[in-house]
Structure formats: structure tokens, C-alpha cells
């Protein structure tokens, strides 16, 4: 297994540009999120979704956009880049999303952004 | 609402020292609770995790016990090595299924 892979790794943008971060799992996860972590800030919910065809908001959805189409891919896109959106973002996936052994969380290697 | 404060870093200690890395929660509840691991340039792992009160996680010798009475889950190891320098995150299990985390705390272990 590849585990969650994320693509690119790192990606420099222009502020009203946008872009796609894919993410894709190959242990058929029905959980999918995307986290965005910041210096001292840890790391934060974006959105999240329980399956294929639907999804929900985080802590900070503002300037995102997800859909769920496929139980493997979860992309996360930015609709018009800001410097606010500098950080790097996470793909994370789990079997289940209530408490329990299976609901352990896998986590991709991770984007740099950067946006100027 | 839910969420995790763990202690400030960085944290600098020489091989073979003891570990304490401070780890409170607030929420409803009993979530699971996490302690994960990110080293230089990569994603996050899971280091160990407790699903309820009293249960000791462990792995790779660092332990941390689910504290209900103190809500705590305060990572520990005997004896660090310079591998272990890395950013640790306390995290619990949130409502929507995501994971709350602390700031995370960074541990260099020099020689």
C-alpha cells in the first residue's frame, strides 16, 4: 500500500491564483480530512468528509473548496490564493471516524504553499 | 469546545535524560487521545494512543497514561536518544471524527 499520498510537495502561488492539492488513499478509507498547520498554531480541520459524495466544514474552511466523488480521492482547492493561506496543508484518513481502534488517523507527507 | 494544551517548547535534553511532555485536555466526555510524532520534512505518525480512562498506550519506550481524574496524557520516556528530536502532538478524538491537537512541543536531544 502507498498509504495517503499527496501532491505536489511544495507549490508557490500568486495571490487570486488557484490550484488543486490532490490526495489520494489506497486503504479504502471512508474518512478523509485535510488539516493545515501553522507555526504555534498546531494543526487545524479544514474539511472533512465520511465518504464518497459527502463533506462538511472544519475549523477553517474559509477559501476552500472540497468535493468527495471517489472513496480514494480528496482534493482540496484553493479558489483565490491569499498570503493567509501560506502553510502547510495535510491530507489525513481513517477507516471509521467515531472512537475506536480502526479510526486511527494516517496522515500524508504534506504541501508546502506558499503564496505570495 | 474541545481542546488540548500541551507544553510549550522547545525542549532540549541530553541523551539517556528522562521525558516529561505535559498534556491536558478539555472536552465532553472521554475522547481518545493521541500523542503523534513529526520528524524534520514529514507528515505526522502516530506514536501511541489511550481509547479510555486509565489505559496505558505505549511504543518505541514512550509511554502516556489516559488520566480522566486530571484530564492528562503526559508523554514519557526513560531514556531519550538524538533520534527522538522531533515535534510531538498531543491530540484528542473530536466530534466530527477530526483530531483536536495541542501546539505541539519540539524535543532536541543532542549527544
Known amino acids: 500500500n502507498a498509504g495517503v499520498t499527496q501532491t505536489p510537495k511544495f507549490q508557490v502561488l500568486k495571490t487570486g491564483q488557484s490550484m488543486t492539492l490532490q490526495c489520494a488513499q489506497d486503504m479504502n478509507h471512508e474518512y478523509m480530512s485535510w488539516y493545515r498547520q501553522d507555526p504555534g498554531m498546531g494543526l487545524r480541520l479544514i474539511h472533512y468528509?465520511?465518504?464518497?459524495?459527502?463533506?462538511d466544514q472544519g475549523e477553517v474552511p474559509n477559501g476552500y473548496n472540497v468535493s468527495r466523488s471517489t472513496t480514494e480521492d480528496f482534493p482540496l482547492r484553493l479558489l483565490s490564493a491569499a498570503p493567509s493561506q501560506t502553510s502547510v496543508y495535510f491530507c489525513?484518513?481513517?477507516?471509521?471516524?467515531?472512537?475506536?481502534?480502526?479510526?486511527?488517523?494516517?496522515f500524508g507527507p504534506g504541501t508546502r504553499l506558499t503564496v505570495t | 469546545g474541545d481542546s488540548v494544551t500541551q507544553m510549550e517548547g522547545p525542549v532540549t535534553l541530553s541523551e539517556e535524560a528522562f521525558l516529561t511532555i505535559n498534556c491536558t485536555y478539555t472536552?465532553?466526555?472521554?475522547?481518545?487521545l493521541f500523542w503523534y510524532v513529526q520528524y524534520p520534512g514529514e507528515g505526522l505518525q502516530l506514536l501511541l494512543k489511550?481509547?479510555?480512562?486509565?489505559d496505558k498506550g505505549s511504543n518505541k519506550g514512550f509511554e502516556a497514561t489516559y488520566r480522566k481524574e486530571t484530564t492528562s496524557f503526559h508523554l514519557e520516556k526513560g531514556s531519550v536518544q538524538v533520534s527522538d528530536s522531533a515535534v510531538y502532538f498531543c491530540?484528542?478524538?473530536?466530534?466530527?471524527?477530526?483530531?483536536?491537537f495541542g501546539k505541539g512541543t519540539k524535543l532536541s536531544v543532542k549527544p
Open positions: 468528509s465520511v465518504g464518497a459524495g459527502i463533506t
Open positions: 489511550a481509547t479510555k480512562a486509565d
Open positions: 489525513a484518513s481513517s477507516y471509521g471516524w467515531l472512537s475506536g481502534s480502526r479510526s486511527e488517523q494516517y
Open positions: 472536552a465532553t466526555g472521554y475522547p481518545s
Open positions: 491530540a484528542l478524538k473530536g466530534s466530527q471524527g477530526n483530531l483536536i
